[in-house]
């Protein structure tokens, strides 16, 4: 098992209105093979899956049983700290719910968090010790 | 806000277990961005992170109380039904939980599952309609 992450499915409660948000209010294009009964994102290098979460439960064999904080949270890093205040302050306006006003972390970087419509944690994030490669994916050492 | 996301972060109970389990049991290598708080792999396209789940909850201002499934499932994609096989058997001799045995799927995939320390289920899985590009990520129309 090479070191690969190459799909994130949320499991969601209204498929028609994550679809929604994602396609309309973040303004993400659906890729050809997103159906009625799911939708795919082409997410940079990481494909984004969004799936009825009983459904999702039922295909990895686990009760749909679950509540509060999904202890998962989902990153999107920007090339400035005004670039966070930006993608905030637009998405305040489409009425998204901001989790986390935009500010400097003690860790040396500027952070925001919404809400997606399952309460799913986007951190909108400037992190001065990242850096990117040609095709926009973070590359590490 | 373009279409991509950049990083993902597992909320875990023990980051010392956490890490021992992606490092060793999965062989990856953690980057250097990693220190004694967080822990950083490139995972292709995308990074993952493991972080204490209390600190990522305050991290997004929300409560840390949660239970069950989480919603979210993380795949590895791929070329071919037999290197399911493969890495499901070489895993399972590791120890680690199978949450389900590759099989195929009604979409005309084949895959299975199996948990991290946290219980956080990574699909396993051969899709005949997905292709990957040239860094091995996956390429949707």
Known sequence: MNQHLHLITLGVGDLAVSRKFY???LGWKPSAASSE????FQAGGVVLGLYPREKLAEDAQ???????????TLAYNTLSEGEVDEIIA???AKGVT??????????????SYFADPDGYAWEVAYNPFFAFNEQGNLKLD
Request: hydrophobic share 40%.
């Open 62 to 72: 686990l009760s749909n049983r679950g509540s509060g904080f999904a202890g998962i």
């Open 90 to 92: 637009d998405l305040k």
């Open 23 to 25: 396609a309309e209010t």
């Open 37 to 40: 009964n799911v939708v795919f």
């Open 98 to 111: 901001i989790l986390k006003e935009p500010q400097k972390i003690f860790w040396g970087g500027y952070s």
